[in-house]
């Protein structure tokens, strides 16, 4: 097979939100963004990870990620002090992995497709580049015609007009590496379709798959709730059920082994956090419960509820929500009977 595949996760400064926080340490299906690309990352092969990062935000994401992963490819911190973004990490991932292939991802963001059938391509040397295209309703960010030509995306699918790229790319060995090192050539403003030109320039071969669908989490709730849907779309089915305790159960739902379910149907692809308490309540497909929450009397679906909220007895059902980490959902049956809410900034709530 030649070089061992590398993985590269890439966490970028513009990825910080407003409030500080990094999109992808946020939570889907339980679990953190950058933790489900790690995971796709192993599936697809490869036998290290190098999590490319600005230095000011490394603690924080060796906190949430750990150094150290059972069952997992080992973990290699690249830091960099100065402004980090696409062109500076591919320059940096290339003097790290030399003439290795690789999988750059970008960490807040996933592919509904697995990798493993795409990896083949580069390491057996039929393309030195994968790029993933995705269909998208977003009015910016499109493909220009010039690049759709460069591409040869009229070939793929000439009805697909509205064509992003995705934030996953898998190089062949050494061809990331002939980019970035190409004499009088810079990565003109680090856009892959550059890349992709410099390599297509020098005589290789650039190959365009298209895929279902892909989605980065910029923190708008949409964006999280469509990659719970990806991430839970992942979910295999638990063999363990915990105990009838008047529950029915149907589909891919894992509940952890000390989360507390009664009375209650549960209908995957959903996953049910450590501390959790359900009763009486209704969980719905592609909902995540996480740790320490608390539902019931309620019906929930399509939904995310953080660690440490709650819905309780609310009258109705929730859907398509996001419930942020110690909120309280609440039926007050206190008079006079009104609507009462401490709402932040930028929050939405919708009445039907």
């Known amino acids: 097979m030649g070089a061992e595949l590398v993985g590269i996760m890439v966490v970028l400064d513009s990825d910080a939100e407003a409030s500080g926080r990094i999109p992808a340490l946020e939570q889907v299906a339980n679990r953190p963004i950058a933790d489900h690309v790690l995971s796709a990352l192993d599936a697809a092969g490869v036998t290290e990870v190098l999590v490319l990062c600005p230095a000011a935000r490394a603690a924080e994401i060796r906190d949430c990620l750990g150094c150290e992963r059972a069952g997992g490819a080992p973990l290699r911190y690249v830091e960099d002090p100065g402004p980090f973004e696409l062109r500076r990490a591919l320059q940096l991932a290339a003097d790290s992995i030399g003439s290795a292939p690789c999988i750059v991802h970008l960490a807040g963001g996933l592919l509904s497709e697995p990798l493993s059938p795409f990896v083949e391509r580069v390491v057996r040397g039929a393309a030195d580049v994968v790029l993933f295209v995705h269909q998208s309703e977003a009015a910016d960010g499109h493909l220009s015609p010039a690049t759709q030509e460069m591409l040869h995306l009229a070939e793929l699918d000439p009805d697909r007009a509205a064509l992003r790229l995705a934030g996953v790319w898998l190089f062949a060995g050494a061809a990331l590496s002939r980019a970035c090192a190409a004499p009088g050539r810079s990565l003109s403003g680090g856009d892959l379709p550059s890349v992709a030109e410099q390599i297509t320039a020098d005589g290789g071969n650039v190959q365009v798959a298209l895929v279902d669908a892909w989605r980065r989490y910029t923190g708008a709730p949409l964006d999280r709730l469509e990659l719970n849907r990806i991430a839970l779309d992942r979910l295999e089915s638990d063999p363990r ?5 008047g529950n029915l159960i149907e589909g891919r739902v894992w509940i952890h082994e000390r989360a507390s ?4 149907v549960l209908v995957g692809p959903a996953v049910i956090g450590p501390g959790a308490r359900i009763a009486d309540a209704y969980i719905g497909p592609y909902t995540s419960i996480g740790a320490g929450a608390r539902v019931e009397g309620a019906e929930i679906e399509r939904s995310i509820i953080s660690p440490g909220a709650s819905v309780l007895h609310i009258g109705g059902r929730l859907a ?18 009104a609507l009462r809410l401490r709402v ?9």
Not at 261 to 264: M, N
Not at 322 to 336: M, T
Not at 344 to 352: F, I, K, R, W, Y
């Open 344 to 352: 932040g900034d930028g929050t939405e709530v919708a009445l039907s």
């Open 241 to 245: 059920r915990p105990s009838n305790n």
């Open 261 to 264: 379910v009664r009375a209650s």
């Open 320 to 337: 398509a929500s996001v419930v942020g980490r110690d909120a309280r959902i609440f039926r007050d049956f206190s008079l006079p009977r």
